[in-house]
């Protein structure tokens, strides 16, 4: 038995508890204000790249403490996707939306690191799939973060997203 929650234990992922302490602090509405660009790779269930991808990001907050990231990505394909997500104030966090999330998710953060769990439908084949999206993003430098995104389908990963996204101007509205 002990072996057994040894083993369940040592699969537990990351709590954000684990970053509290950690610097330079994350505060979404002061990271995600003005233009930013991102580049990243998406990889399939083996860890093999499939896509790299390049993307701009418009970030802005309004007088209520919503924000808004509107994102453009280009992919090595020649894909263009566009998500214009809102970040509305909730709790300790922001209910995360978009047009093609399913499922929002609740963005929270400590420290230098956020966390996001979300359902995103995206294209597949001639049809779509709703794909489980667990997004971290870590700060390691005031204007850079290095995010996470590890893809599930009925509790099977599927995939995995690794991006960096760059702050390009003074972040002012």
């Excluded at 418009?58 to 997500?85: C, I, K, M, P, Y």
Aim: hydrophobic letters at 40%.
């Amino acid at each position: 038995m002990a072996l057994l929650l040894t083993l369940l234990t040592g699969c537990a992922g990351p709590s954000l508890q684990d970053y509290q302490g950690n610097t330079p602090k994350l505060i979404p509405s002061e990271f995600f204000r003005g233009e930013l660009v991102a580049r990243g790779v998406v990889k399939d269930w083996s860890g093999e790249v499939i896509r790299t991808f390049d993307a701009d990001i418009t970030a802005s907050w309004n007088h209520e403490g919503v924000g808004t990231l509107d994102e453009v990505f280009r992919f090595d394909d020649g894909e263009v996707q566009t998500r214009v997500w809102t970040l509305t104030p909730e709790g300790e966090g922001y209910r995360a939306n978009a047009g093609d999330v399913v499922e929002p998710g609740l963005m929270t953060w400590q420290g230098n690191a956020i966390n996001m769990n979300y359902v995103l439908r995206v294209p597949y084949r001639d049809d779509t799939i709703d794909v489980r999206m667990d997004d971290w993003m870590y700060l390691i430098t005031p204007d850079t973060l290095i995010n996470e995104t590890a893809m599930s389908k009925f509790g099977f990963g599927v995939g995995e997203i690794v991006l960096m996204i760059q702050k390009t101007d003074s972040g002012g509205d």
